[in-house]
């Protein structure tokens, strides 16, 4: 079965800084769907970045992108000026050409510091 | 449009009683997942529909679940009898396309406490 992996169960940045948020996954497909999604202290997740495994190019999302490693299944989300709404959890998933496995990792809180 | 919508977004009740928690999905939306949320496990699919039918319901723990889609814009997901182990934080979601691939909308979800 995949899983996600993130290995940081808390960070934090200061307001205006870039902080790195690492997941890794585990799986012996070749085409796949990688996404981040935040959970505000709202609770409602919110989709954050969305990357296709075929698609070489990093998505990016405005002051959001993504360092994707496909060979070291990594998958890792820079938050550029980063900014006190961004506080809250972030949810690295994975989703399978079928749609047949889709699995959310442990996710990682993050801070922002004023 | 006003988003999934989900009620209620607190229950608490005792240990035995039956609960029953509804989502709406957005208008259009094709298919529609039931997730819950705890601590100890993170993120969990129960159950997920496309076209009103259950597609995948094998995250469902236990008989005492049950979910229904009767049409496309209603679906309730019910415990029956509540244990306090299914206190959990349970989400509704909705997505235009078949599976969750694209994009996920997620309701605010429905807090549940069992006493």
């Known amino acids: 079965a995949q899983t996600v992996t993130q290995s940081q169960p808390e960070m934090s940045v200061q307001e205006a800084e870039t902080v790195t948020l690492s997941c890794t996954y585990d799986?012996?497909?070749?085409?796949?769907?990688l996404f981040w999604y935040k959970q505000p202290p709202s609770r409602q997740m919110i989709l954050v970045i969305r990357?296709?495994?075929?698609?070489?190019q990093n998505a990016t999302e405005n002051r959001f992108s993504v360092n994707f490693q496909k060979a070291a299944k990594s998958f890792s989300l820079k938050i550029s000026d980063s900014q006190l709404g961004d506080a809250a959890m972030y949810f690295c998933?994975?989703?399978?050409?079928?749609?047949?496995?889709?699995?959310f990792g442990p996710g990682t809180r993050l801070s922002v510091l004023p | 449009d006003a988003g999934v919508i989900q009620s209620p977004r607190h229950e608490v009740t005792e240990m035995g009683q039956e609960v029953t928690l509804r989502c709406k999905p957005i208008?259009?939306?094709?298919?529609l997942f039931w997730y819950r949320q705890t601590m100890m496990r993170g993120l969990e699919l129960l159950i997920y529909?496309?076209?009103?039918?259950?597609?995948?319901d094998s995250g469902m723990p236990e008989d005492r679940f049950s979910a229904k889609m009767p049409n496309a814009s209603f679906s309730t997901l019910k415990i029956q009898p509540s244990e306090p182990r299914d206190s959990a934080v349970y989400f509704c979601?909705?997505?235009?396309?078949?599976?969750?691939?694209?994009?996920?909308?997620f309701g605010s979800g429905t807090q549940l406490s069992v006493l």
């Open positions: 979601a909705s997505s235009p396309a078949p599976g969750p691939n694209e994009k996920l909308f």
């Open positions: 990357q296709e495994a075929y698609k070489q």
């Open positions: 529909f496309n076209n009103n039918v259950p597609i995948d």
């Open positions: 799986t012996s497909e070749s085409d796949y769907y």
């Open positions: 998933a994975y989703g399978d050409n079928y749609g047949q496995n889709f699995v």
């Open positions: 208008s259009g939306h094709n298919s």
